[in-house]
T-cell receptor, first 114, second 114 residues
């Protein structure tokens, strides 16, 4: 068990560019979550997957954001036409199943949009 | 809607003295509550969780929290602070409509002085 990994750890991009982040969950974890954390705030839920199915999307996730988990293993989060307001830490977590199973978090990807 | 309020944005203690991090929740019924810790450059880690069993919950690293329904509180305590406890702490409640979705407080930064 190597934990949840996220790549890249840091990304600096210019406004209007597209970016993609990757999350590798703990193997055999069925659920995968994406959160966003801005400076001085707690993480906010964005979306989550049960295997390859995306079950819920937050209102925070505008149509410029898309997440996939094509084979029920790793996931990608893409942001198109980035804006300065997208600058944040993007966190990924995974868990075994449903309910109050512990969510294990990765170290995050810090995005800076200039 | 479910929410949590962390009453202190910063708490400073001396090493060896007690720690108290305060959290109040709003809920129409008994929620699932958690405390997570975030060390710099590391992923969020679960300290403890309450899921309607014992009201006094023991977690890792000597932390515990008590669920008090009458006060809608879930304060985190530790009898004796250690330098390694310096971190950001988040009180978290699960969304009643979707227990997989975690709702984070704004965080309390704990400083420990020698």
């Amino acid at each position: 068990d190597t934990g949840v990994s996220q790549n890249p750890r840091h990304k600096i991009t210019k406004r209007g560019q597209n970016v993609t982040f990757r999350c590798d969950p703990i193997s055999e974890h069925n659920r995968l979550y994406w959160y966003r954390q801005t400076l001085g705030q707690g993480p906010e839920f964005l979306t989550y997957f049960q295997n390859e199915a995306q079950l819920e999307k937050s209102r925070l996730l505008s149509d410029r954001f898309s997440a996939e988990r094509p084979k029920g293993s790793f996931s990608t989060l893409e942001i198109q036409r980035t804006e300065q307001g997208d600058s944040a830490m993007y966190l990924c977590a995974s868990s075994l199943g449903q309910g109050t199973d512990e969510q294990y978090f990765g170290p995050g990807t810090r995005l800076t949009v200039t | 809607a479910q929410s949590v309020t962390q009453l202190d944005s910063h708490v400073s203690v001396s090493e060896g003295t007690p720690v108290l991090l305060r959290c109040n929740y709003s809920s129409s019924y008994s929620p699932s509550l958690f405390w997570y810790v975030q060390h710099p450059n590391k992923g969020l880690q679960l300290l403890l969780k309450y899921t309607s069993a014992a009201t006094l919950v023991k977690g890792i690293n000597g932390f515990e929290a008590e669920f008090k329904k009458s006060e809608t509180s879930f304060h985190l305590t530790k009898p004796s602070a250690h330098m390694s406890d310096a971190a950001e702490y988040f009180c978290v409640v699960s969304d009643p409509g979707n227990t997989d979705k975690l709702i984070f407080g704004t965080g309390t930064r704990l400083q420990v002085f020698p």
